[in-house]
Nanobody
Framework: QVQLVESGGGLVQAGGSLRLSCAASGFTFSSSTMGWFRQAPGKEREFVARIRWSGGSTYYADFVAGRFTISRDNAKNALYLQMNSLKPEDTAIYYC??????????????????WGQGTQVTVSS
């Protein structure tokens, strides 16, 4: 079965860093566009970043402002999100998502066929 398992979330003070990981199995990871989304209480799930299958193309939401870096290791079926200079407004559940049939709309949740369970990121002020 398809599995996407996030890890690395936790509690950090504003200005701190976290590195999220996503372990993937049950599908062809190396040919899938991968993304990170987040959802804060009372808000819609929103796009954070995506990376194409080759790793050579990355795209970020404007609010990242150079603070986050998405990367992947196809040999390990792993996706990462390095988050630096964290702000309280970054507090959310972060989800790993896979788009085996990506068509170019990185922002749309409909592009992503598979989702992880999420990992909580809490940034204190």
């Amino acid at each position: 079965q398809v599995q996407l398992v996030e890890s690395g979330g936790g509690l950090v003070q504003a200005g701190g860093s976290l590195r999220l990981s996503c372990a993937a199995s049950g599908f062809t990871f190396s040919s899938s566009t991968m993304g990170w989304f987040r959802q804060a209480p009372g808000k819609e799930r929103e796009f954070v970043a995506r990376i194409r299958w080759s790793g050579g193309s990355t795209y970020y939401a404007d609010f990242v402002a150079g603070r986050f870096t998405i990367s992947r290791d196809n040999a390990k079926n792993a996706l990462y999100l390095q988050m630096n200079s964290l702000k309280p407004e970054d507090t959310a559940i972060y989800y790993c998502a896979a788009a085996p049939y990506y068509s170019g709309n990185a922002y749309s949740t409909e592009e992503y066929a598979y989702w992880g369970q999420g990992t909580q990121v809490t940034v204190s002020s």
